[in-house]
T-cell receptor, first 112, second 117 residues
Framework: QKEVEQNSGPLSVPEGAIASLNCTYS??????FFWYRQYSGKSPELIMS????GDKEDGRFTAQLNKASQYVSLLIRDSQPSDSATYLC????????????FGRGTQLTVWP | GAVVSQHPSWVICKSGTSVKIECRSL??????MFWYRQFPKQSLMLMAT?????????EQGVEKDKFLINHASLTLSTLTVTSAHPEDSSFYIC?????????????FGEGSRLTVL
């Protein structure tokens, strides 16, 4: 298994704040990176994908990738209580498309 | 959006029995599906890559004789946990990539929670 590390949290932020989630990965050859959100007892749902160095924004979410540092992050602006979930960082591995390795996840709680 | 259905969503069985979990893509064809296992408060751990019409590719440390995978059609992959024991109790999740999809186009099933008594 490829190693994908996340700051384990839990992370607690007030409503309206910025939540910052971090992830590092071991395979320097990795090219595709994903952030998933998982509610308790449910399957993951894709939040963001990023393939190039730099920032990618989608609404309140911004993913940042630095391949030289093997680091990917997710910023959630204007956090809402509905954002409370576990956020999983995933890295594509090998030549098989769709084959992902996940980090342990960071549990985020946004309090009103 | 595309839908992947898993069945059963939860199952309780006695130790020593076998359990089959189905993963079905409802509105697209998937040459490749993936099986994950997730223990409480742990990450999704990739178990194997299921390939339509050929043998599954297992990750290191996953017993292929224990976790039998069959991908007989472009819309169905099954995972059979043979001679299940309490330590096999976990949340099993499949994902499917449309045959014509890109690298990030992946759809997850709802998961199957297995409890072995």
């Amino acid at each position: 298994q490829k190693e994908v590390e996340q700051n384990s949290g839990p992370l607690s932020v007030p409503e309206g704040a910025i939540a910052s989630l971090n992830c590092t990965y071991s395979d320097r050859g990795s090219q595709s990176f994903f952030w998933y959100r998982q509610y308790s007892g449910k399957s993951p749902e894709l939040i963001m994908s990023i393939y190039s160095n730099g920032d990618k924004e989608d609404g309140r979410f911004t993913a940042q990738l630095n391949k030289a540092s093997q680091y990917v992050s997710l910023l959630i602006r204007d956090s809402q209580p509905s954002d409370s979930a576990t956020y999983l960082c995933a890295v594509a591995g090998g030549s098989t498309l769709g084959r992902l390795y996940f980090g342990r996840g960071t549990q985020l709680t946004v309090w009103p | 959006g595309a839908v992947v259905s898993q069945h059963p969503s939860w199952v309780i069985c006695k130790s020593g029995t076998s359990v089959k979990i189905e993963c079905r893509s409802l509105d697209f064809q998937a040459t490749t599906m993936f099986w994950y296992r997730q223990f409480p408060k742990q990450s999704l751990m990739l178990m194997a890559t299921s390939n339509e019409g050929s043998k599954a590719t297992y990750e290191q440390g996953v017993e292929k004789d224990k976790f039998l995978i069959n991908h007989a059609s472009l819309t169905l992959s099954t995972l059979t946990v043979t001679s299940a024991h309490p330590e096999d109790s976990s949340f099993y999740i499949c994902s499917a990539r449309p045959t014509t999809g890109g690298a990030g186009e992946l759809f997850f099933g709802e998961g199957s929670r297995l409890t072995v008594l």
